[in-house]
């Protein structure tokens, strides 16, 4: 089983601030099969991110990823009032089980 | 619209079982792959089961391994996870969730999410 390790696990910033969110892999990833979620309080998670990079449908590209093998990253860009929200990174592809990172928060500084 | 719609979660003795349902609308259901995914209160996610467009491949995650069945009927749109044996630890809102690209041999991430049922393990 893959672990995601996430971190920070919470991230406090202001509006405006670039938020840096970091998924560390326990064993490389293959073909980059790493996706990011928003989930706001009481609601589903959001794809924002798979492939390691690509944005889904309607995502602002004030997120952005990167990253391989067993580092990756989410980037926002400049942090809106929406963008306070927890973080999921998920790992998925060609064998069972897929999991998640634990959640980063980024929360209002 | 495309939409998911879960049922069936509620409160349940230990040992106990509960039937959970997801109604899927919006999208040619048959063929996207769909996973029951759990999070337990203040905690993170966790996946649980997926199962292919056709239901020939069907995988668990080991924490619920022969307790656990998901099925679907495509002809009514529904994705079911049976839960049996249940224990405090299965407590958690659970979320059907559709894949993002069909047919390409991979298991993709969640595009689609239902807003989730709750199920509480107590006694």
Known sequence: ?109 | EVQLLESGGGLVQPGGSLRLSCAASGFTFNIYAMSWVRQAPGKGLEWVSGIVGDGSTIYYADSVKGRFRISRDNSKKMLYLQMNSLRAEDTALYYCAKDLISGNGVWEPYDIWGQGTMVTVSS
């Open chain 1, 1 to 109: 089983e893959i672990v995601l390790t996430q971190s920070p696990g919470t991230l406090s910033l202001s509006p405006g601030d670039r938020a840096t969110l970091s998924c560390r892999a326990s064993q490389s990833i293959s073909s980059n099969y790493l996706a990011w979620y928003q989930q706001k309080r009481g609601q589903p998670p959001r794809l924002l991110i798979y492939g390691a990079s690509t944005r889904a449908t309607g995502i602002p590209d004030r997120f952005s990823g990167s990253g391989s093998g067993t580092d990756f990253t989410l980037h926002i860009s400049s942090l809106e009032p929406g963008d306070f929200a927890l973080y999921h990174c998920h790992q998925y592809g060609r064998s069972p089980p897929w999991t998640f990172g634990q959640g980063t928060t980024v929360e209002i500084k």
